[in-house]
């Protein structure tokens, strides 16, 4: 994987990162499931095209390749270049949260003592990106 070059290649190298790791295997104990849903196995010729692209989008059946499990550690060995408030911010909003709900989780972890405005909560994440650029 290419080393970013700036910030924008950072952010998406990282929002990359996230999307793979949502479609990794869960860590942990299996659940109970219902054993009826693997004996009846429909062929796709006979279900319906929103089910197949429903499938499709949601990406079922996709497994991770190890080129992407080599971006993902990559990613996490910069992430851990940054700490506290800069770390969290980077990690929520490349994982998808806004920037309301960022400030709401920063006042949870004990990060800020009260909800900050989105523009320090925007100066956190480019000083972090900042940060991890010039260590890598």
């Known amino acids: 994987m290419n080393k970013p070059s700036n910030r924008r290649e ?5 929002r990359q990162a996230f999307s793979i790791y949502r479609r990794m295997p869960r ?20 279900r319906s ?8 989008e949601s990406g079922f059946g996709m497994s991770v390749r190890s080129e992407e499990i080599a971006h993902v550690e990559a990613v996490e060995s910069w992430l851990r270049l940054i ?3 800069q770390q969290a911010a980077v990690n929520m909003r ?6 309301k709900r960022i400030a709401r989780e920063l006042v949870s972890r004990q990060y800020a003592s009260r909800c900050v405005c989105r523009q320090t909560l925007r100066n956190y994440f480019e000083r972090g990106l900042d940060e991890i650029l010039k260590k890598i």
């Open 10 to 14: 950072l952010e998406e190298a990282i």
């Open 27 to 46: 860590v942990g104990p299996k659940r109970v499931e219902c054993l009826l849903g693997k004996y009846v196995i429909i062929p796709d010729n006979e």
């Open 49 to 56: 095209l929103e089910d197949i692209m429903e499938d499709v």
């Open 83 to 85: 700490h506290g408030e």
């Open 94 to 99: 490349c994982s998808g949260m806004g920037w």
